[in-house]
């Protein structure tokens, strides 16, 4: 009598502990926890190629006016249109390289020595330094510093050198708009003593930013 009371308790017993995770089918089976190693690096992911291109419209403060040329105290205002190619990169700095072109909207100068309204063309080699202000992946602001080597073209050759600072806010993804301040000078003719002429530059520009991302 004894023997068949524990025979029947057994299975009582049995099937009340909980199954462990071997006894379980795979899909219902926990996933092992993962410690966090201290001091790991998690590497942020490389941000795709991409190519920006801006377009808008300026005005520059002539720090120097030359009145041998008939110059007045603001110089043209502008359209200037640039593009960058900008390389992979991990973080929030990103660099590339681009091309500008500028034209003049109004005349500058006398009849005798000054310009027409699109007279003057200038091509800018340029190197950019692009901050994104946040980690996400489509930041609102950047901050770019752009450095330039400024080739007038027409009516008369001349060099010149530049550096801007733009501001840039987004409002969709691939679309934005921006504000750029920058310094520049540029070598002139002569004057009438017969002398080499620099003319400095403080400029202003407002404009909108494309950006087109080069997927793999």
């Not at 291109?53 to 502008?78: E, I, K, M, T």
């Not at 034209?103 to 310009?115: E, I, P, R, V």
């Amino acid at each position: 009598m004894v023997t068949l009371l524990t025979l029947l308790a057994s299975p009582l017993s049995l099937s009340a502990q909980p199954r462990g995770q071997g006894e379980l089918p795979p899909a219902l089976r926990a996933a092992p926890e993962v410690e966090e190693i201290p001091g790991a690096h998690h590497e942020a992911p490389r941000e795709p190629m991409a190519v920006r291109v801006d377009v808008g419209f300026g005005s520059s403060l002539r720090l120097v006016q030359n009145h041998d040329f008939d110059q007045s105290r603001f110089a043209p205002a502008y359209l200037s249109a640039r593009a960058a190619f900008q390389w992979r990169q991990r973080g929030r700095w990103r660099h590339g390289v681009g091309l500008g072109v500028v034209t003049n909207l109004s005349g500058d100068g006398s009849f005798q020595a000054g310009l027409d309204p699109v007279q003057q063309w200038v091509l800018t080699p340029l190197y950019v330094l692009e901050w994104r202000m946040s980690d996400d992946p489509v930041p609102l602001f950047d901050l770019a510093a752009t450095v330039g080597l400024p080739l007038a073209l027409t009516p008369d050759f001349s060099l010149g050198g530049e550096l801007d600072l733009t501001f840039t806010t987004r409002i969709l993804a691939g679309l934005g708009a921006y504000v750029s301040v920058g310094a520049s000078a540029f070598l002139g003719g002569q004057s009438r003593a017969g002398d080499l002429t620099l003319h400095p530059l403080l400029s202003a520009e407002l404009g909108l930013a494309l950006r087109y991302e080069l997927l793999p």
